[in-house]
């Protein structure tokens, strides 16, 4: 045995312990070795998944630098961190850790294929990043670890220490060298078996670098942090790639922060994470261990899934080292096994994240990039081209204005009907593809997380602009200052930073610091920064010093014009270095006689003066009388308590006593359970409001641009002089943002990115009213898009598309099917509809008069009637021909019923109907209104999955529970009724949140008033045990006349009519392994409709489309996308049962609409060909044309 050599391996490991810069500190005795935090549950979603890897560094133990350099070639800078030496390799002469010595390059070889199995048995995949002498070690032993870990899966690329490799002074030598150099490392990592090498890392501060890695054969960047200072910039921290536009130095990030489309290299950023040295803290003594950081990562995972973006492309990963864990009384690497079982694996499984290597990132990142050409992969939400805010072309005709909908959130008192409001809004904004700004406070943020996750990922998932305001107690809040008082300079700008960051006690007005809170609280929330800041009416010096705060924390707007007082000439003014958001004129208030404030139109909706105060009409006389140089900016302010209280929001009554002007501060404490003044809005009070709103929505959407704070900043930004950093000159009519028909087309075309100079559009768009007696006059009003290129050479076929919800519809809905060449329609039900394109007739809440306008629509669609203009379907498509017996339905969620039930009364006036698709539908008692818990409430307890029986005998009834869908906004007020309902889960006799299940139903007017319709069981279950004791409330409707409203709205009993009239029928029950609202895992709703077309004899069905389909469709998607899943393929006409029904669900994780696209393409071409075989072994029409796939739809 050699025994020099043995003393020397083992001073090299101990070195390696004790002084690696990849190797941990000694730990604490009393380590916890368990993880204490995971990720909660309301974090990220499956239609904005992170894309996640681990990385893995192997250091340059042992490196000298490349002999490419010459013999003068300086030696490298002792690593910071590492210890003085006395002699060669470390103190006294000690050598260092070096992979030239055997026992250490082995032991690193042996635990890298350890780690690469705990990877792999978790589903994942490793980056492992290498560099000499590791690698020339490897090629000199015959070590294939690389072409090993490949084989298996995992990337190899290049980790580069540039002092190692270069000497010092690196940053001096020519790009040529540095190429040369990484051409080297990269030759030996080929030379070790790795076949494809495209990613390096590495702190490098260098300006050429990037052009030396091109020039090397690289493309993909990412783990970029200060090799001096062990941290990394701020602006590195995001979950969205990007294409740098130079190298970075040591004191410069500017140009490799910055996007440049044309860039060589792709940027994937760590993800978000609470401190800027988190690539080095694990071997801080102050981290607490690897089990403590390994918290610290999951807290950087949740905020990066709750930042991640459903129309980016998002990453997050993390970087170990090879040697580094130690493990103090248990295996090494137990934490990293810990942490992928406990932390990822529910998310993997959730479809919130998806193992990707660094080169996959990269892929899914370029494919983005094609086929989003020209968006900013880290800017704003753009759909379309609905939120540019830039001329297209130079003929664009410019807007009469930008106007923004401002929303002021703060009533966390009455959170679900603020919850309720919100979501409303929301789906109103994305009816027309805009956004709205909504103002949240702290508080109510706490609230919505607490209570209504939904309303958060609801808001985040829809790109709504997320901004911030304040209100009582907070110290800047007017007559609530006194924390303030006396403090001026550092002092001041503490406290309102504190305010800023930690919870504020709703009983004091002082802080909680035990609790995060304030602008920063809501950041974390969402994962992004409040770009608007509402400002107080504080004294100069305050107000100043605020804007100053918030700044530095990152917002980009201020609130100094609340609805007026823009300079015509200069209308974007900075002031702390915080744009002020601009506003010429507002449409909020009226001025009054002898009352210079004037009142807020919603204020007189309802009063017998209701029609002077109309909000359109404002709109319209404002803009008339405009006589600028330029285009007006217009300011909507509204506060979500506006739409259903009156008397202000309902903590009021806590901080003031009297309202109005006559409202004064009460003192702390502050008694949160002081009863709430003013009192809910009627019901039809609150619906009129909400009417107006839409109608001032639409009619901006038709004539101005839609903006919010985002947009203005960007806007602002770009017009900004390089000589002129405080104010920015103001839009000019001929430089102002695309023209609105280009808005308004954005909402007509298939979804696809904005189309280049010159490409033609994928449809046309054509609005009608066909005629129909549940519609009145007017009828029913509809449009028809028609596709450029038909999808069969002779014509195209037609798909009506039925909205879901119990909403009355748009006549406008987004394109899904054009783009596959179909002539797509939408419609909205009697009484729907916005503006001028509402249907006629009255909307009975999907009963008969929905039911006898659907059938119009489809004889309208078949060619056995004309629209009220005298035109048929064949004429509007202009030369293209229409294939009237090649029409087809999609039923949306509940729009599935009201297709099921226009078949089934109505089917024998278009009996060439061809086929029907069912979007997860809820057909069978009960299902509709979400009797068995849906994914907010989760699984009614009183409901067996496997027998399918649901417990009558614990139903029950309380007088004070309101009634009401779970979590789910009704058409009507729903808390002011009290009676309702519940599953008496613990037997004691009274309803408890916490215990009991509430009993869900529809609330809304059928024609003979609001009632709460529960299913016939539940109300015959009811009637029969005498439930109700005391006087039977209104709304709640006998047995009579619930079974009669369920006769039209659940189409299950009513499937063999349905196929007894239309003959021809061929249908397809889409459904999802996560159904987008049912928690039921037997998915009875979907046995009801698959079995029961099945069993009434209809000539074709199945449960979901055909794996070729499927397939075809996905082959655009991303590969890290498709990678792994199987899709099911089940034959036509097979039988399903409770025990099987799972075994033909489709794979959640992928967009919903590419499931639909299959199943009517599907349909369609059967219908085309005639072919209604079991199974297809290949698409029918493979060169028909394909639209790009779907964006992820809310699930």
Known sequence: MNV?????????????????????????????????????????????????????????????????????????????????????????????????????????????????????????????????????????KGEKLFGELEARGHAVALHLHEDAHLGRGSE???????????????????????????????????????????????????????????????????????????????????????????????????????????????????????????????????????????DRVNVFHFTIHAGEFRGRTGPPFAVIEAWLKEVLAPLVKAGKVKWATFPEMADAFAKWEKANAGVDPRGPTTRGEAFAVTPKTEASAAPKGFITFVVNTHDWRFTDDSAETVLRLVGMFEKRQVRGDFYLTAPLVESYVAKRPDVIRRLKDSGMTISYHTRAPHALWRSFSKPLADKEGTALAGVLRDYETFQLDLRTGGLNRAQPGGYRYVEQVFGRKPVAVGTSDAPPPVKAASSRVFAELGAKVAVYHHETGTKLEEPFEFHEGLLARPSDFSVTRFPLPNNPQGTFWWSMVGTPREAEFDPVASLKKQLAEWRGPRAPFITVLIHENDF????????????????GAQARPRRAPFDLDTPPTGRARPAETREAIFSKYEELVARAAATLRIVTSEDIAALAQKQQPADKPSSVTPPRQSDAVAPVENQRRSAETPLRTPRASGELPQSESAFIRIPSSAAGTEGVAASVLIPRQPRFTNGAPVVINVTGGVQAGSARGRPEYVGHGFVEIHFAFPGGGVGDERSGGAYDFRGSNCVRALADVIRFATGRIAAKDGRRIGELARGLTV??????????????????????????????????????????????????????????????????????????????????????????????????????????????????????????????????????????????????????????????????????????????????????????????????????????????????????????????????????????????????????????????????????????GLPLGLYMQAAICELADRTQAGNGSANLAAVLFPDAPRAPAPPPRLR
């Not at 493309?219 to 979950?239: E, F, G, I, Y």
């Not at 259903?644 to 309202?659: A, C, D, L, M, V």
């Not at 199945?1102 to 890290?1120: G, M, Q």
Request: hydrophobic share 35%; with cysteine; proline share 7%.
């Open 172 to 310: 001096r030598l020519p790009v040529e060298t540095w190429a040369a150099v990484m051409s080297e490392e990269i030759d030996l990592l080929r030379k070790c078996g790795a076949k494809s090498v495209r990613y390096w890392s590495g702190g490098n501060l260098y300006r050429g670098v990037l052009d030396a890695a091109a020039r090397a054969g690289l493309d993909v960047m990412s783990d970029h942090k200060n090799p001096r200072q062990q941290q990394t910039d701020k602006r590195l921290l995001a979950v969205n790639p990007w294409r740098p536009a130079g190298g970075p130095t040591e004191t410069d990030l500017d140009q490799f922060t910055r996007h440049d489309s044309k860039g060589k290299i792709i940027y994937l950023p760590d993800g978000l994470f609470s401190r800027t040295d988190h690539a080095g803290m694990r071997r801080s003594e102050q981290t607490g261990g690897d089990w403590k950081y390994f918290d610290f990562l999951t807290e950087g995972l949740e905020m990066s899934l709750r930042a991640a973006r459903p």
């Open 883 to 1148: 294939l009237t017996n090649n029409v087809g339905l999609v039923g949306s969620s509940h729009g599935g019923n009201a297709s099921g039930m226009a078949m089934a009364k109505f089917g024998d006036e278009f009996p060439n109907l061809a086929w029907y698709a069912s979007m997860e539908s809820p057909y069978g008692e009960g299902a509709a209104n979400v009797e068995l818990g849906g994914h907010e409430s989760g699984l009614n307890p009183a409901y067996d999955p496997k027998t399918g029986l649901l417990d009558l005998s614990k139903l029950a009834w309380s007088s004070e529970l309101s009634p009401g869908l779970f979590r789910k906004p009704m058409l009507v007020a729903t808390r002011e009724m009290n009676g309702a309902f519940y599953f008496d889960l613990n037997g004691d006799g009274r309803f408890s949140r916490d215990d009991d299940f509430p009993c869900n139903c529809f609330v809304g007017d059928a024609g003979a008033g609001v009632k709460a319709w529960y299913s016939p069981r539940i109300l015959a279950e009811a009637e029969k045990r005498a439930l109700i004791r005391s006087d039977r409330p209104s709304h709640v409707p006998t047995l009579a006349e619930a079974r009669e409203f369920w006769s039209w709205r659940d189409a299950a009993p009513s499937i063999p009519e349905a196929v007894r009239r239309c003959t021809n029928l061929a249908v397809i029950v889409y459904a999802n392994e996560r159904d987008h609202v049912q928690a039921d895992p037997a998915h009875t709703h979907i046995l009801e409709q698959a079995e029961g077309f099945r069993q009434a004899g209809a000539r074709f069905v199945r449960l979901n489309p055909d794996r070729a389909y499927v397939e075809h469709l996905t082959a655009s998607l991303p590969p890290r996308l498709r990678a792994g899943v199987k899709f099911p393929d089940n034959p036509a006409g097979k039988t399903w049962t409770r025990s099987n029904i799972n075994e033909g669900l489709e794979p959640s």
């Open 644 to 659: 259903y209280r009156e008397g202000g929001p309902g903590w009021n009554s806590i901080y003031f006593t009297g309202q």
């Open 4 to 140: 020099e050599l043995l003393k020397t391996s083992a001073a090299w490991l101990l070195t390696a312990l004790i002084t690696s810069g990849a190797a941990p500190l000694a730990r604490a005795a009393d380590e916890s070795q368990r993880l204490s935090r995971h990720v909660a549950a309301d974090a990220g979603s499956s239609n904005a998944p992170l894309l996640f890897c681990i990385g893995m560094h192997i250091e340059p133990f042992g490196a000298t630098p490349s002999k490419l350099l010459g013999d003068a070639a300086p030696l490298p800078q002792r690593p910071p961190g590492a210890p003085k030496g006395g002699g060669p390799g470390g103190p006294g002469g000690r050598p260092g850790p070096s992979y030239n010595t055997e026992f250490f390059f082995r032991k690193h070889c042996s635990e890298i294929r350890e780690v690469a199995g705990i990877v792999e048995r978790a589903g994942g995949k490793l980056t492992v990043q290498a560099q000499t002498p590791f690698t020339s070690q490897c090629v000199a």
